[in-house]
């Protein structure tokens, strides 16, 4: 690994705040001589509502207008990468595209996002992310230059997606102020392994009605109804996440 990108991954993870990301994601762009840089995550809030957050250096009217518009339910290039992790070349994939989605190129175009390559990534807790680099100009097939950014941005988007993500929840838990004790994480896990709370007490070695207290105070906590309404927001937000014992047995296919 080169040291340029060892250095770019460390400012990586000990970014501070989106705007730090922002300038990272712009040297990136340049090392790779690329006109501008996004990086796309969608965040679930719910299980049927989600944030998206934009963090570059693209036309802000553009990404206003993008967002306005709903476009990412139309753009190929989302559809394709929220899906896969494949890289996406823009005009290979969309020289056949006609109707509404040409016209949305159209004016893409017009913010001088010509052409440009995205590649997609996904994550357990439900958040999306999409990387994309652009160009003012059309870009051969399979150029050094496409090559190589791909390289580039496969190591990277781990990174940046991981930070953008750990900051975004750090908002999230700022503003909603939800914090949930130890125990009461642990008692949500376990009821999300299908125990109940006898099974629960057993296992943590401690009351029934101990059990049944700690997720009362997280139902409260989350502001929630019930158990499974409690274990969702608290995947969702990154309060609880799944668990693996160190003494685990792997499972192995030939």
């Known amino acids: ?12 993870k000990t970014s501070n705040d989106l705007s730090g990301i922002r300038c990272i994601l712009v040297k990136i762009r340049e090392h790779l001589n690329f006109r501008n840089i996004i990086y796309v995550v969608k965040c679930p809030e719910t299980f049927t509502r989600s944030s998206t957050v934009f963090v570059g250096d693209y036309p802000s009217e553009w ?3 993008y967002s306005e518009r709903g476009y990412v339910n139309i753009d190929p290039v989302a559809l394709h990468c929220f899906n896969s992790q494949s890289p ?4 290979h994939y ?3 595209t006609e109707g509404v989605v040409r016209k949305f190129f159209g004016e893409a175009e017009e913010f001088k996002l010509c052409d440009g ?3 997609g990534t996904s994550h357990f807790d439900g958040k999306t992310g999409l990387i994309s680099l652009a160009v003012d100009r059309s870009m051969a097939k399979d150029s050094a230059q496409q090559r190589h950014a791909i390289i580039y941005m496969n190591a990277l988007q781990p990174f940046i ?3 953008i993500s750990q900051l975004f929840q750090q908002s999230q838990k700022s503003t909603l102020s939800i914090h949930l004790t130890e125990r009461e994480k642990t008692c949500l896990v376990w009821v999300a392994e299908g125990k109940t709370a006898h099974d629960i007490a057993a296992i943590l070695s401690i009351s029934e009605a101990t059990v049944v207290f700690h997720l009362k105070n997280s139902i409260q906590k989350l502001n929630v109804t019930n158990r499974s309404q409690a274990i969702a927001k608290s ?16 499972n192995y296919h030939f």
Request: hydrophobic share 40%; aromatic share 10%; proline share 7%.
């Open 235 to 250: 995947v969702l937000l990154g309060l609880i996440s799944p668990q693996f014992p160190h003494n685990s047995v792997p």
């Open 117 to 119: 390559i995205s590649i």
């Open 161 to 163: 997606h991981e930070r």
């Open 1 to 12: 690994m080169d040291q340029w990108l060892v250095d770019i991954i460390e400012k990586i």
């Open 63 to 65: 990404v206003e207008r």
């Open 88 to 91: 996406y070349h823009w005009k």
């Open 94 to 96: 969309n020289e056949h």
